[in-house]
């Protein structure tokens, strides 16, 4: 028999179903409470509130597990190729020998953007953040490819699916380029995935430039670790904004706005900042540590620190803390900051403030440092992460939309004025 779960309210009864994941999570089922009961609940922040079924990825945040379609986060980082990744998110299985070429082949002939989307680069201001221009480019895809408005038109899902993780590549590096005053650059084809992303951020008219295949390599390690996470800000962000539908561009271009925060993906960025702080001013570490003890006085938290979901360790930082030890050395690049940021996990996590709360470092604290080493400035480093998360997006955007998923509209606890009358201007 399938298990209930009884509320009582006002000295009533109620019953509600429950149900359990494949990995056994459990929940309530609540979607007839205000019916039945005529309350609502309150979950701030959406803590405990599960918003959706989805079969895309699983993770376990007290035994720090990740899996993307029930394959290890580990196994995939260790042996998989992103665009593998990319496949396995949006269509459920690793893809054949066949599957894969049809796949990458129909990527690589996306990859040019039309060229009045390059006028519209001329309009930002050179030292735009390329967050702001990717987002707002994402969004101008709608209307240049306006054939999904509404979304009605499922047999183009595709292609749109493709020409988003074809031309965001492209569009990331021209706003680099244009922000140091250089010719952008075209893609080529001929070139795979990664190798032709580093090319055009990289490679310039007047002398060669070689992809490093360390530099390949750790990129895609980065790439896959951060393909997906389940609802997290932005991604439950495309799902909302899509559940109205809204257009796959439009849907995703909200997700870009959301990982720009810097909670959320914008804390890459910001962790790098924080470390070239603290080396500024003299490398004391526990400075900080007691500084971001007192958030609540001084405001300053540790960037890198923290999840709302991991509370044991995050395993993507796991193995990026360990990736950016071999790509340092592999690249001989010595990086001080690596060491005021192990010197600060260091001293983080023997302090009882940062255990009982639960605070590890999290994919953010050493992914910047890894970037810097493979020459991506700072400003890159979010853009980055939604090349990587974009894979994830389309995933989550597409199920909510196979699920016929109703449109997403939360219930709020008025707290504001009651009813009171008007009165004309000239009697206030
Ligand atoms: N430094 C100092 N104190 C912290 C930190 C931190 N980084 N993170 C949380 N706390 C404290 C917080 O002040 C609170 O203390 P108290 O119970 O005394 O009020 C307690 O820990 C719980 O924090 P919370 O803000 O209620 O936790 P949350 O689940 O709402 O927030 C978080 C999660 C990731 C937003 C938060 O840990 C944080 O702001 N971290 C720094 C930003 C960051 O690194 N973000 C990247 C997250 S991972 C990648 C991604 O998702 O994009």
């Given at each position: 028999m399938a298990n209930t779960a009884e509320l009582t309210v006002d000295g009533k009864s109620y019953s509600f179903p429950t149900l359990e994941g494949t990995e056994h999570e459990k929940a309530f089922d609540i979607s007839n409470l205000r019916d039945q009961t005529g309350y609502v609940t309150l979950d701030r922040g959406y803590k405990n509130t599960g918003a959706t079924k989805s079969a895309i990825t699983f993770l376990d945040g007290e035994l720090g597990i990740l899996q993307y379609r029930g394959y290890s986060i580990e196994d995939l980082a260790a042996k998989a190729s992103f665009l593998e990744v990319a496949y396995l998110l949006i269509y459920g299985e690793l893809p054949t020998k066949e599957e894969f070429n049809t796949f990458e082949t129909a990527i690589r002939r996306h990859t040019l953007v039309n060229e009045d989307m390059r006028k519209i680069f001329d309009g930002f201001p050179v030292n735009a953040h390329p967050m702001g221009v990717l987002s707002s480019l994402v969004s101008a895809m709608s209307a240049f490819y306006p054939d999904l408005q509404g979304g009605?038109?499922?047999?183009?899902t595709d292609l749109h699916i493709i020409r988003l993780l074809a031309k965001i590549p492209t569009i990331a590096t021209w706003s680099y380029k244009r922000s140091l005053g250089h010719p952008m650059n075209y893609p080529k084809n001929q070139l795979d995935y990664i190798p032709n992303f580093l090319n055009m951020m990289f490679s310039l008219p007047v002398e060669d430039y070689k992809v490093d295949p360390v530099v390949a390599e750790a990129l895609n390690v980065l790439l896959i670790l951060h393909a997906d996470h389940e609802q997290n800000c932005s991604t439950s962000t495309v799902r909302l904004v899509g559940s109205s539908q809204a257009n796959i561009y439009s849907s995703i271009s909200a997700g870009i706005s959301a990982l720009w925060g810097p909670l959320h993906g914008g804390a890459n960025q910001e962790v790098i900042e924080m470390l070239e702080d603290i080396k500024a001013d003299g490398g004391d570490v526990s400075k900080y540590v007691e500084m971001a003890k007192n958030a609540k006085t001084t405001g300053f938290r540790l960037f890198g620190f923290g999840h709302r979901v991991y509370k044991n360790f995050d395993p993507r930082a796991k193995i990026i803390k360990k990736a950016a030890d071999d790509v340092l050395s592999k690249l001989g690049v010595n990086d001080p900051v690596l060491e005021i940021a192990k010197g600060l996990e260091e001293a983080a996590l023997h302090d009882d403030y940062f255990v009982s709360r639960k605070l590890y470092p999290n994919v953010d604290f050493y992914s910047g440092i890894i970037y810097r080493a493979l020459g991506?400035?700072?400003?890159m480093f979010t853009v980055l992460f939604a090349i990587g998360r974009l894979p994830g997006w389309i995933a989550q955007w597409k199920e909510m939309r196979e699920q016929k998923e109703p449109i997403g509209r939360p219930r709020q606890i008025y707290t504001g004025a009651t009813l009171r009358e008007f009165k004309p201007l000239d009697q206030r």
């Amino acid at each position: 028999m399938a298990n209930t779960a009884e509320l009582t309210v006002d000295g009533k009864s109620y019953s509600f179903p429950t149900l359990e994941g494949t990995e056994h999570e459990k929940a309530f089922d609540i979607s007839n409470l205000r019916d039945q009961t005529g309350y609502v609940t309150l979950d701030r922040g959406y803590k405990n509130t599960g918003a959706t079924k989805s079969a895309i990825t699983f993770l376990d945040g007290e035994l720090g597990i990740l899996q993307y379609r029930g394959y290890s986060i580990e196994d995939l980082a260790a042996k998989a190729s992103f665009l593998e990744v990319a496949y396995l998110l949006i269509y459920g299985e690793l893809p054949t020998k066949e599957e894969f070429n049809t796949f990458e082949t129909a990527i690589r002939r996306h990859t040019l953007v039309n060229e009045d989307m390059r006028k519209i680069f001329d309009g930002f201001p050179v030292n735009a953040h390329p967050m702001g221009v990717l987002s707002s480019l994402v969004s101008a895809m709608s209307a240049f490819y306006p054939d999904l408005q509404g979304g009605s038109d499922e047999d183009k899902t595709d292609l749109h699916i493709i020409r988003l993780l074809a031309k965001i590549p492209t569009i990331a590096t021209w706003s680099y380029k244009r922000s140091l005053g250089h010719p952008m650059n075209y893609p080529k084809n001929q070139l795979d995935y990664i190798p032709n992303f580093l090319n055009m951020m990289f490679s310039l008219p007047v002398e060669d430039y070689k992809v490093d295949p360390v530099v390949a390599e750790a990129l895609n390690v980065l790439l896959i670790l951060h393909a997906d996470h389940e609802q997290n800000c932005s991604t439950s962000t495309v799902r909302l904004v899509g559940s109205s539908q809204a257009n796959i561009y439009s849907s995703i271009s909200a997700g870009i706005s959301a990982l720009w925060g810097p909670l959320h993906g914008g804390a890459n960025q910001e962790v790098i900042e924080m470390l070239e702080d603290i080396k500024a001013d003299g490398g004391d570490v526990s400075k900080y540590v007691e500084m971001a003890k007192n958030a609540k006085t001084t405001g300053f938290r540790l960037f890198g620190f923290g999840h709302r979901v991991y509370k044991n360790f995050d395993p993507r930082a796991k193995i990026i803390k360990k990736a950016a030890d071999d790509v340092l050395s592999k690249l001989g690049v010595n990086d001080p900051v690596l060491e005021i940021a192990k010197g600060l996990e260091e001293a983080a996590l023997h302090d009882d403030y940062f255990v009982s709360r639960k605070l590890y470092p999290n994919v953010d604290f050493y992914s910047g440092i890894i970037y810097r080493a493979l020459g991506i400035p700072t400003n890159m480093f979010t853009v980055l992460f939604a090349i990587g998360r974009l894979p994830g997006w389309i995933a989550q955007w597409k199920e909510m939309r196979e699920q016929k998923e109703p449109i997403g509209r939360p219930r709020q606890i008025y707290t504001g004025a009651t009813l009171r009358e008007f009165k004309p201007l000239d009697q206030r």
